[in-house]
């Protein structure tokens, strides 16, 4: 996805606007490629997936505590699979991409209050989803 929105940066350069600041607009571009295929129900590898693999050798050298992370691990990814678009795209950016919540509304082009509000509800979605699993 990275190699991709670079790709998409270069290819629309000449609709980037020199007297405004490159990182918005650059994470633009990736934020829209990102959820053009959240729409398209394509899975995409998450940063967090990379994450939560290393974690998994690092848990213990036991295979069965190894496997049962794992398995946790697995349910967390499926958890925030399922979470409708405008809800995974802000939990991935902040927890994933380390944003801000002015830069996630910034990037997804919606209010500061939005970013919030759905923050808010797709974190008590995933403890719903994951209080009886994890």
Known sequence: ????????????????????SF????????ANLCLNNIKQRRL??????????????????????AQAHAERAQIIRDAIL??????R????????????YQE???TLNIPL???KSHLFRARKTLAERLSPDV
Request: charged content about 30%; cysteine-free.
């Open 113 to 115: 209050s939005d970013v």
């Open 44 to 65: 995409i590898t998450l940063p967090l997936e990379e994450e939560l693999e290393g974690m998994t050798r690092k848990v213990s050298e036991r295979p069965e505590a």
């Open 1 to 20: 996805m990275t190699q991709e929105a670079f790709l998409r940066a270069h290819d629309r350069l000449r609709t980037y606007d020199p007297d405004r």
């Open 82 to 87: 399922a979470l409708p678009g405008h809800y």
């Open 23 to 30: 990182g918005p607009w650059i994470r633009r571009v990736g």
């Open 104 to 106: 996630i509304a910034e």
């Open 89 to 100: 795209a802000v939990i991935e950016l902040r927890h994933s991409f380390e944003m801000s």
